[in-house]
């Protein structure tokens, strides 16, 4: 005999956690959401994300790419004018307190004393050009390395790949400035350019 007890349709959907995840994609009454939908969801808040730091991510990597233009002209200019002057004044001071024996065409010597030894102020004023040299080079060093940095800070986290994987990307590469002071980097370069500018024109005046 059959019973009469009414079947509940919503008691089909009251099984085990295993079985609503084998007979439906979504199961409402057991509050499983589907996988796929949890990914897109997830997908749309790390792209969310990406498109709201983008535009400060590349108006930090174009200034940074602008002062390190600038920075690179003015110093292959400047380097090329100092290096001129170290180039002059070392000739004189390697010629400096020597003789030079020219021999005759009689078969005599002439002995013809160079000028004397230098003196300080010409010491220091090539130790000064020198000095701005190297300072002079290592801001365009820095230069070219904040370069480098900021078109992959702007290239990385942008590559074909996970959403999630990009942000995170991004946000080690934003860590990174901070780690590696890169900042202080940006501000140390035209200093140093600036020192060595100071340091030409002391050479000049002493």
């Not at 959907?13 to 439906?24: F, L, V």
């Not at 990406?50 to 790419?65: C, N, Q, T, Y």
């Not at 400096?96 to 160079?114: D, E, K, M, R, Y």
């Not at 202080?184 to 060595?196: C, E, K, M, N, R």
């Amino acid at each position: 005999m059959a019973d009469p007890t009414p079947v509940n349709n919503n008691s089909l959907h009251m099984h085990a956690q295993g079985d609503a995840c084998k007979r439906c994609n979504h199961c409402n009454h057991c509050n499983h959401p589907n996988d796929s939908a949890q990914q897109d969801s997830g997908n749309g808040i790390w792209d969310m994300y990406l498109d709201e730091v983008k535009e400060d991510d590349k108006r930090i990597s174009d200034a940074w790419k602008e002062d390190s233009n600038g920075i690179l002209v003015f110093t292959g200019l400047f380097s090329a004018t100092v290096g001129a002057f170290i180039i002059e004044f070392y000739k004189q001071l390697s010629n400096s307190g020597n003789q030079t024996v020219i021999p005759l065409a009689n078969g005599n010597f002439s002995i013809i004393a160079n000028p004397p030894s230098p003196s300080a102020s010409m010491i220091w004023a090539n130790a000064m050009w020198l000095i701005s040299l190297v300072l002079s080079l290592t801001s365009a060093l820095i230069a070219t390395l904040l370069q480098q940095w900021a078109r992959r800070y702007v290239e990385m986290p942008h590559r074909p790949s996970d959403p999630k994987d990009r942000a995170r990307v991004r946000s080690f590469l934003f860590l990174g400035t901070g780690i590696y002071k890169i900042r202080f980097a940006v501000q140390i370069a035209p200093t140093l350019l600036h020192i060595s500018v100071y340091l030409f024109f002391a050479g000049l005046v002493v």
